[in-house]
Nanobody, 120 residues
Framework: QVQVVESGGGLVQPGESLRLSCVAS????????MGWHRQAPGKTRELVAL???????KYVDFAKGRFTMSRDSAKKTAYLQMDNLEPADTGVYYC??????????????WGQGTQVTVSS
């Protein structure tokens, strides 16, 4: 069974930074992609950034220039460095991992999310 756990959320003031972490564990032999998504109160979940194996991270428009995603393949970990945070960035941030699990089954696993609140 594959598990995904996010951490690093918190309450910050506008203009401050946070670094989120996402760790995949369990029987996952190959990770194809890791992505960060967020869900603001009353809104649908949306993509923030995505890294596909062997490629550079890709960002949606609101994340470009402020957010930086990185990945440590050996540790099955992804990070999201968020700078110059704005109140509109408030929400629950989720990590999604796609890869190969036990028995060579494709797996698509979500974490429970970590809360980010940007408020003065």
């Amino acid at each position: 069974q594959v598990q995904v756990v996010e951490s690093g959320g918190g309450l910050v003031q506008p203009g401050e930074s946070l670094r989120l972490s996402c760790v995949a564990s369990g029987t996952i032999t190959g990770i194809y992609s890791m992505g960060w998504h967020r869900q603001a109160p009353g809104k649908t979940r949306e993509l923030v950034a995505l890294v596909i194996h062997g490629e550079d991270p890709k960002y949606v428009d609101f994340a470009k220039g402020r957010f930086t995603m990185s990945r440590d393949s050996a540790k099955k970990t992804a990070y999201l460095q968020m700078d110059n945070l704005e109140p509109a960035d408030t929400g629950v941030y989720y990590c999604n991992v796609e890869g190969i699990g036990s028995g060579y089954q494709l797996c698509d696993v979500w974490g429970q999310g970590t809360q980010v609140t940007v408020s003065s």
